[in-house]
């Protein structure tokens, strides 16, 4: 346990960097191989097990692309607005000289080859008046024009999204196989920590809700544990609890304090390997592993626990499911005031963004106060200050990432 110590006795003084400790995560995740074949209305986020490809064309028969009349095109040739030529309306089939109203995506069938849109056409008792030649194929969607029999559609490790499944409805694909949702243990930790009705010196406990409905939102199934108070049996036991999950999470008791056991605990169970992360708000977290399975352990300050949640648990829910994370919406605003941030430290900083007059501005938050959880719920997104630089000046353009907007 001397790494921990050592930790502990210097304040940590040294701390890695976020790239360096996800890296080290990634090394120790494992993809899962489990997966399972659901319903389309089941698959919306679910990650894709195997290719897809089309079973059949879409259309599969030519069809109209809007409404009109289905004609020859050789015998609308040379018709004008002052030299219509005149079809027979035929009810059922165009032929020769004759022509029959389709609506958008009705058939068109030989020996018709293209259809006049209702503006360029006229009906005169049992008779209509084309007042625009038509070319061969215009207005007509070709067999396989959307998607053709056989068509790659996805790729293993693709997310499904709305208009995925929509795409996969057109072409009658009822169940999709994907990879089972990672197994995810939640475990906030703290002696404090209550239910409900707090005595002085104690707090609602809200970062298990936090992490677990996070969780969910990532691709996970969450499992909410009771709070763990802090001691190092009990800790130890929670966590051997859930060592058959793909990977446990824990809030609370991850810095150098004296009741900050978990780190130690882990180090014990399994192997430590990130303690103090340069990052913040956030830098009191430690990753490590006991029996395979990724400990995760969060700070128990709101905002430094959502903070690490973003950047190492929505990671590892991906990676387990062997696919990337998705780039959060985004949008490029212009500061309103100056941040500031250390040098060699990633700092998010909680912003509100506004309608200016030359754009998106961007209003910052709290710069500092990691247990102000409002800060969170009432800003849009945070501006992610690399470690190279020490802030951002008023006027500046800088990036907002609306890190809740993730599916």
Same mark, same amino acid.
């Given at each position: ?24 995560? @990634? ?44 004609? @020859? ?20 089939? +165009?032929?020769?000289?004759? *022509?029959? !109203? ?82 995810? *243990? ?31 939102? !990532? ?99 991906? !990676? ?58 009432? +800003? ?13 000046? +008023? ?7 609306? !890190?809740?907007?993730?599916?």
């Amino acid at each position: 346990m001397g790494d921990a110590e050592s930790v502990r006795g210097s304040g940590f003084v040294e701390r890695t960097r976020v790239r360096e400790a996800l890296s080290t995560l @990634r090394d120790v995740t494992t993809v899962s191989t489990g997966t399972e074949t659901v319903p389309l209305e089941a698959a919306d986020g679910r990650v894709l097990a195997e290719t897809v490809e089309s079973p059949r064309n879409v259309p599969d028969f030519p069809r109209a692309a809007m409404d009109g009349y289905a004609v @020859r095109a050789e015998d609308t040739f040379g018709a004008a607005d002052r030299s219509p030529a005149t079809l027979k309306v035929d009810a059922d089939t +165009a032929g020769p000289e004759r *022509a029959t !109203w389709v609506h958008t995506g009705s058939p068109v069938a030989e020996p018709a080859d293209a259809v006049v849109k209702t503006e360029y056409a006229r009906e005169v008792g049992d008779e209509v008046e084309i007042s625009r030649a038509a070319a061969v194929g215009q207005n007509v969607s070709d067999v396989g024009e959307d998607l053709e029999a056989g068509q790659h559609l996805f790729d293993p490790g693709h997310r499904l999204r709305p208009s995925d499944l929509a795409l996969l409805r057109s072409v009658e694909v009822e169940t999709v196989t994907v990879r089972e949702r990672p197994d995810v *243990a939640v475990i906030p930790t703290g002696e404090e920590l209550v239910e409900s009705d707090p005595d002085p010196g104690e707090a609602i406990e809200t970062n298990g809700i936090m992490v677990s409905s996070l969780v969910e939102r !990532w691709g996970g199934d969450a499992t909410h544990h009771e709070v763990v108070t802090d001691d190092r049996e009990a800790l130890a036991q929670a966590i051997e609890a859930d060592l058959d999950a793909d990977l446990i999470v824990t809030t609370g008791g991850s810095s150098i304090g004296k009741r900050d056991l978990l780190p130690a605990v882990v180090e014990d169970l399994g192997e430590l390997l990130v303690h103090g992360v340069a990052l913040k708000p956030g830098h009191p977290v430690a990753l490590g592993q006991v029996e395979g399975t990724p400990v995760l352990m969060l700070p128990g300050y709101p905002v430094a626990c959502i903070v690490n949640a973003w950047q190492f648990v929505r990671p590892i829910l991906n !990676w387990t499911a062997d696919t990337e994370p998705d780039e959060p919406a985004r949008v490029d605003a212009t500061l309103s005031r100056k941040i500031r941030s250390e040098p060699g430290i990633r700092s998010c900083v909680r912003v509100t963004v506004e309608d200016g007059e030359d754009g998106p501005v961007a209003e910052p938050v709290h710069e500092s106060g990691a247990s102000i959880l409002s800060s969170v719920s009432l +800003a849009d997104g945070w501006v992610q200050v690399p470690e190279s630089i020490e802030g951002y000046d +008023a006027g500046d353009t800088v990036t907002v990432e609306f !890190w809740e907007a993730l599916p």
